[in-house]
């Protein structure tokens, strides 16, 4: 069975830190890798997709992928508290099915 | 118009009830999706219509029925649910090709009495 696994957190960092989401996949066909933040009662929104190996920046946010190790993280630098939400990583293997993961509570303190 | 439009967005309704929930989008994408999402879990996939045409079905009950008239609506025909049916129901939108990110609605907190 495919799946995506997050450590569901909560993840507690100050105001200014920089936050490190976590995510490995298992299916190692998988081609696409994205994070979604999801506010609480709200539908999720894409921050971040990546395709290839490496670094992908923009803003405060970096997303790393490492299909060697099936490996997907997400940097977010100078948290704010605007930035405490759910981020759920999000992989295809192909076609339309999205594999989700459960998500990590990120909470950042002022 | 990079916006995926959901109504209504609540709905509470007896087991008795038929109701609809609809989707637009403006953005020229031809896959449009239903997803589910119970509380602190993430979104299940239900059905995934390409190019007007049902690709995928999740397996869904058949209380659930998914109709999508043209290539910017998506409508969902909820009918005799159950309380366990109680959910945000999400749409989503990508481009046709498989492997896309998707935009999604805000969403509608269906709640079955």
């Known amino acids: 069975q495919k799946e995506v696994e997050q450590n569901s957190g909560p993840l507690s960092v100050p105001e200014g830190a920089i936050a490190s989401l976590n995510c490995t996949y298992s299916?190692?066909?998988?081609?696409?890798f994205f994070w979604y933040r999801q506010y609480s009662g709200k539908s999720p929104e894409l921050i971040m997709s990546i395709y290839s190996n490496g670094d992908k920046e923009d803003g405060r946010f970096t997303a790393q992928l490492n299909k060697a190790s099936q490996y997907v993280s997400l940097l977010i630098r100078d948290s704010q508290p605007s930035d405490s939400a759910t981020y759920l990583c999000?992989?295809?293997?192909?076609?339309?099915?999205?594999?989700f993961g459960a998500g990590t509570r990120l909470f950042v303190k002022a | 118009d990079t916006e995926v439009t959901q109504t209504p967005k609540h709905l509470v309704m007896g087991m008795t009830n038929k109701k609809s929930l609809k989707c637009e989008q403006h953005m020229g994408h031809r896959a449009m999706y239903w997803y589910k999402q119970k509380a602190k879990k993430p979104p299940e996939l239900m059905f995934v219509?390409?190019?007007?045409?049902?690709?995928i079905n999740e397996s869904v009950p058949s209380r659930f029925s998914p109709e999508c008239p043209n290539s910017s609506l998506l409508n969902l025909h909820l009918h005799a649910l159950q309380p366990e049916d109680s959910a945000l129901y999400l749409c989503?939108?990508?481009?046709?090709?498989?492997?896309?990110?998707?935009?999604f609605g805000s969403g509608t907190q269906l709640s079955v009495l």
């Open positions: 999000a992989v295809t293997t192909g076609g339309f099915k999205t594999i």
């Open positions: 299916d190692r066909v998988s081609q696409s």
């Open positions: 219509y390409s190019y007007e045409k049902l690709s």
């Open positions: 989503a939108s990508s481009l046709p090709q498989g492997n896309e990110k998707l935009f």
